[in-house]
């Protein structure tokens, strides 16, 4: 599982920012840690930006 911090994407929602991994693809799943600790499973449902390692994308939230 990839790891993953929430994010304001550009188009104003909200998604997943993703560092120091080679490639996201969706279906992916995403562990998810919030600044206030909270965590839960995203899976991707689209790459919006990549750039040396570091991914913005979008995401569902999966049932616990």
């Not at 104003?12 to 969706?26: E, R």
């Amino acid at each position: 599982m990839i790891a993953g911090h929430p994010v304001r994407l550009p188009d104003g929602t909200w998604g997943a920012c993703i560092n120091g991994v080679d490639d996201v693809q969706p279906n992916d799943r995403v562990a998810m840690t919030s600044a206030r600790g909270e965590t839960w499973t995203a899976a991707v449902t689209d790459v919006i930006e990549s750039y040396r390692g570091t991914f913005l994308v979008k995401v569902r939230r999966l049932a616990p």
